[in-house]
């Protein structure tokens, strides 16, 4: 019990969940002796791959408001004022894809996503700016609201939770979630160190094709030939193939540069897969294939781990700090809600959405025209009736129309 209570201590302490200072990335080297910028472990190919696929597709999603009546029957709130900044276009510059992206970005990179709630003239919320989480201060006043402050055309804000849209990352307490790119800055440092050896090797390494050798000692001049006969005749791809002439006991070697003897391209591949782990996206969905199935379950697998173990969180996330801090009492008692379509993913995959509608028709809980609708087709007569199948009914009603 002792020593769960002095790693329970250690980590409220040193990686304090309500402080965000506890996760900031100190100034020292990685164990890799690198430092783990963000602008370092971004630029690596793998990290820029995970955060672009989650960001990306969440910022595909549709962002919907729904309304549920007293009857428990839901709709789309389209006239809610809530619905235009969710769903079309959240402020005048950025439309709902680009702001979604963006904040996604911020979530997996730093821990947390801000935007500014900017207010009409009478008090509305009007827009939602998008903030830098890297320029960010937070603090907890004696009054128990949080206070924000940031710098915008070098001028400082300050405002409160009332006007600033704040969605924490994993971990997160009451100032913020936790920093992947501090977190997991060994990983990042260690890639990095991997990437940087790997490019010195062929920017300053010697690599010659083979060597051209005799026991005889040669003159300046007759090395100066000898180059520049290689040069001539057998360098370049048109002279791939040509048959070398030696005389006076010269010996041509060929040189292989093996990269696997060096464990090179291990160690990048196993940096690929800790980043991979990191931000828990499948390698095979970031090109990177060497140990993954070929076969299509295997492959379908795993993007639909992705979809229920990585993306649903953190649309969770997104959805439930929306509606805490965007939504009114009186919203919340009219059945306002905030939810992101995950159907939308279905959109590129023609057969998975027909199945999907398929099942939707053949058990009733859709009609022809709410499925024509989704297809962006016009309606039929007669399409908003619910069917159903009816080859399923009981043994003792069999028949029951030919009885006398």
Known sequence: MNILKKAASYFTRELSVVDPDGWRDPQTPTRAGMDATPSASLGLSATWACVNLIAGTIGSLPCMVYRTDKTGVR????????????????????????????????????????????????????????LRPDTMGKRRLDNGDIEYRWTHDGRQRVETQDNVLHIRGPFGGPLGGASTLAVCRNVFGAAIATDEASSQMFAKG??????????????????????????????????????????????????????????????????????????????????????STSFGTGIE????????????????????????????????????????????????????RADFYREALTNGWMSVNEVRTLENLPPVEGGNVNRVQMQNVPLIEAGAEDQP
Not at 112 to 120: N, S
Not at 213 to 220: C, E, G, N, R, V
Not at 231 to 258: H, S
């Open 301 to 352: 697998a795993q993007t639909l781990r992705f979809q229920k173990f990585t993306l649903r969180r953190r649309l969770k996330r997104i959805e439930q700090a929306c509606e805490k801090q965007l939504l009114s009492p009186a919203d919340r008692a009219a059945g306002i809600t905030i939810e992101f379509n995950i159907e939308g993913l279905l959109r590129g995959d023609s057969k998975a």
């Open 206 to 291: 010697a690599l010659p094709s083979g060597v051209l050798s005799t026991d005889k000692p040669l003159t300046a001049e007759q090395r100066k030939t000898l180059e520049a006969l290689l040069q001539e005749k057998f360098v370049g791809a048109q002279n791939a193939g040509r048959p070398m002439l030696l005389d006076n006991a010269l010996n041509w070697q060929q040189i292989t540069l093996n990269p696997e003897d060096a464990q090179m391209l291990e160690t990048r591949q196993f940096g690929v897969e800790e980043i991979c782990r990191v931000f828990g996206v499948p390698p095979h969905m970031v090109g990177q294939t060497a140990k």
């Open 75 to 130: 709709t789309v709130a389209k006239d809610h004022w809530l619905y235009s900044l969710m769903h079309n276009s959240p402020n005048f510059d950025q439309t709902a894809v680009d702001y979604w992206e963006f904040m996604s970005a911020s979530i997996e990179l730093h821990g947390d996503g801000y935007a500014e709630k900017v207010r009409g003239a009478e008090g509305a919320i009007v827009a939602l700016e998008p």
